[in-house]
């Protein structure tokens, strides 16, 4: 293991982006506490910053600018630690390169820091979620030491450190964002996962979905021969010049006798990912179906909240695109009462119209310019004015043996903070519900 605490201690680190989530409060405490010099940029003021601030009043070793970024301090730094959604074509990222500066992420600076800790990597559009928390479940239960990081809320990449010690596992969800650091890098996970690849966030990468699936090829661009890609049922004949074992996860290899609690065709897809990962690991057969078996839906992705009256409710707040929230349709045989809408992606929408008719017998439509695309009049759609009016409205309209499914199919900033926030705001909502 490097010996973090003098790796860090005294370099001057500039920090784009501060941010909510609470993500990178943890990597900024982190290096304040290893004695570094921390300026944090972000274009958000500091008011709208005040809560993620206060978090960190009591080091003086941290710095703001604030509601700008300013040049001269990205060359006056040892590295800069860049944040999820930096724009591509960001000239301060851009002038930090004229002038020789590394650019870090937090993950992959992690795994560059942990040579000797085995690294299990997850990406995707969909599902990665969760096939990294069903892997880091099996491998619980098989005994080893493993840990949990990436794009998991909560979670910080850094601050992993401190917990890790050589011959241990950690697993990784991976957004393609946080893979530009891998690229940035010329690193990859020692066993990655590419769950499926779809159109997303389109809007950061205008319109380029080359450019897109180049951020997620990381996960696999630099593995070595003796590395493994487990790839999705759908990824096959995606990916080429391969340098690593590849495996292509199989629904069919899943047994017929395991009962499995994941609702939907997708989550089985999740778990055969999930189960190739334990073979690969040597994980026993009987403790992977015990952990399958026992294991729920994750917070906000088709997530069981609340049965009222004999309706069920479903949480799927994570369902940010189309695709995703087709999947959720499908994962039920009866039609459904639909919550959806936000803030468009600059994403199709035409199979989710067209599928919206004979799966929902009801669409409460949220504001937002995403839900402005949905114009289908096929559809028996009332358009509501927040999340709470369109609680109320479907539990008016239901019946016993209904389901309320909220899967938005858009991103959620034009009304919360993000979707873990959208989906707190409707677990709250559905807890008053009576």
Same mark, same amino acid.
Not at 7 to 30: H, M, P, Q
Not at 66 to 92: A, I, M, T, W
């Given at each position: 293991m490097t010996d973090f605490r003098s790796?860090?201690?005294?370099?001057?680190?500039?920090?784009?982006?501060?941010?909510?989530?609470?993500?990178?409060?943890?990597?900024?405490?982190?290096l304040a506490e290893c004695g570094a010099e921390v300026l944090v940029t972000d274009f958000k003021s500091t008011e709208e910053l005040a809560p993620s601030i206060e978090k960190l009043a009591k080091y003086k070793n941290i710095?703001?600018?604030?509601?700008?970024?300013?040049?001269?301090?990205?060359?006056?730094?040892?590295?800069?630690?860049?944040?999820?959604?930096?724009?591509?074509?960001?000239?301060?990222?851009?002038?930090?390169?004229e002038k020789g500066i590394p650019i870090e992420m937090d993950e992959s600076l992690f795994v560059k820091l942990t040579p000797e800790v085995k690294?299990?990597?997850?990406?995707?559009?969909?599902?990665?979620s969760t096939v990294t928390v069903l892997i880091y479940e099996i491998l619980k239960a098989s005994g080893a030491r493993v840990h949990l990081g990436g794009n998991i809320k909560g979670t910080a990449a850094l601050p992993l450190l401190k917990e890790v010690k050589d011959g241990?596992?950690?697993?990784?969800?991976?957004?393609?964002?946080?893979?530009?650091?891998?690229?940035?890098?010329?690193?990859?996970?020692?066993?990655?996962?590419?769950?499926?690849?779809?159109?997303?966030?389109?809007?950061?990468?205008?319109?380029?979905?080359?450019?897109?699936?180049?951020?997620?090829?990381?996960?696999?661009?630099?593995?070595?021969?003796?590395?493994?890609?487990?790839?999705?049922?759908?990824?096959?004949?995606?990916?080429?010049?391969v340098k690593s074992k590849v495996i292509n996860a199989d629904v069919g290899s899943i047994p017929k006798n395991w009962k499995v609690k994941l609702k939907g065709g997708h989550n089985? /897809?999740?778990?055969?990912? &999930?189960?190739?990962? +334990? %073979?690969?690991? =040597? *994980?026993?057969?009987e403790i992977t179906k015990k952990v399958v078996e026992n294991f729920g839906a994750i917070s906000g992705r088709l997530e069981l909240v609340k049965n009222i009256r004999g309706v069920d409710i479903y949480n799927d707040t994570n369902s940010t695109t189309p695709d995703a929230t087709m999947a959720a349709l499908n994962s039920f045989s009866d039609k459904v009462i639909l919550i959806m809408g936000g803030m468009d992606k600059g994403l199709d929408v035409k199979e989710l119209e067209a599928v919206l008719p004979k799966n929902t017998k009801k669409v409460l439509l949220l504001p937002g310019s995403g839900s402005e695309k949905?114009?289908?009049?096929?559809?028996?759609?009332?358009?509501?004015?927040?999340?709470? /009016?369109?609680?109320?409205? &479907?539990?008016?309209? +239901? %019946?016993?043996? =209904? *389901?309320?499914?909220?899967s938005p199919a858009f991103a959620s900033f034009n009304m919360f903070k993000n979707e873990y926030d959208r989906g707190e705001k409707f677990m709250e909502i559905v807890k008053d519900l009576k």
């Open positions: 790796y860090f201690k005294g370099k001057r680190v500039t920090v784009v982006g501060l941010g909510l989530l609470g993500k990178r409060l943890g990597d900024i405490a982190f710095e703001y600018v604030l509601g700008e970024h300013r040049l001269e301090d990205f060359e006056n730094c040892d590295f800069v630690l860049k944040g999820q959604g930096v724009p591509l074509d960001s000239p301060y990222i851009a002038h930090a390169r690294i299990v990597g997850v990406t995707g559009t969909r599902g990665k241990d596992i950690v697993v990784l969800e991976l957004s393609s964002w946080q893979l530009q650091g891998f690229g940035e890098a010329k690193i990859s996970p020692h066993i990655s996962v590419f769950t499926n690849f779809m159109p997303d966030h389109m809007n950061y990468y205008k319109n380029d979905i080359k450019q897109y699936f180049s951020d997620k090829e990381h996960i696999y661009k630099f593995q070595k021969a003796n590395d493994v890609l487990v790839l999705g049922s759908s990824m096959k004949g995606m990916v080429e010049a089985l /897809e999740n778990i055969a990912c &999930a189960v190739e990962v +334990a %073979k690969v690991l =040597d *994980v026993p057969e949905i114009k289908n009049s096929n559809i028996d759609l009332q358009k509501v004015s927040d999340l709470k /009016e369109a609680v109320q409205e &479907a539990m008016k309209q +239901a %019946k016993d043996g =209904d *389901v309320i499914l909220f």
